[in-house]
């Protein structure tokens, strides 16, 4: 299982064996299979701005569960128009980072594997 931890309240879980992706909100466990695109492009952005100021291990976490809700998207350009909505908030460098994921999840077709304790990337 791998976990990414926001804040005390805000923590993503993931569990490879099951393919089962969690939101944690407080106490409340939602799954982000249940997102809409609105809700999975404000997700987005919140782990954006959290992974400008990770580093390390972190930050390679933070981009794997990127992936993750990116992959929920029916195609890229929904995620590009989700993203680029005026109720999302983040700025146009954040914005243009979330954009890169949703390019490497359709267009270049990277995708999240587990090995070993580690979340890859593979290309």
């Known amino acids: ?13 993931y569990r ?8 944690l909100l407080q106490k409340d ?25 990770s580093e390390g291990r972190t930050r390679l976490l933070c981009t794997a569960f990127m992936m993750l809700l990116v992959k929920g998207f029916v195609t890229r ?5 989700h993203i680029r909505d005026k109720r999302i908030s983040g700025n146009k460098e954040e914005r243009d980072s979330a954009t890169e994921v949703v390019l490497d999840v359709f267009e270049r077709q990277m995708k999240v594997c587990s090995c070993s304790k580690l979340a890859v990337i593979n290309v």
């Open 1 to 13: 299982m791998y976990r990414l931890e926001i804040s005390k309240t805000k923590c993503y879980k």
């Open 16 to 23: 490879p064996k099951i393919d089962k992706f969690i939101y």
């Open 29 to 53: 466990e939602i799954d982000v299979s249940t997102f809409d695109p609105l809700k999975r492009a404000s997700r987005l952005m919140e782990l954006v701005q959290f992974r400008k100021k």
């Open 77 to 81: 350009r929904a995620g590009e128009t």
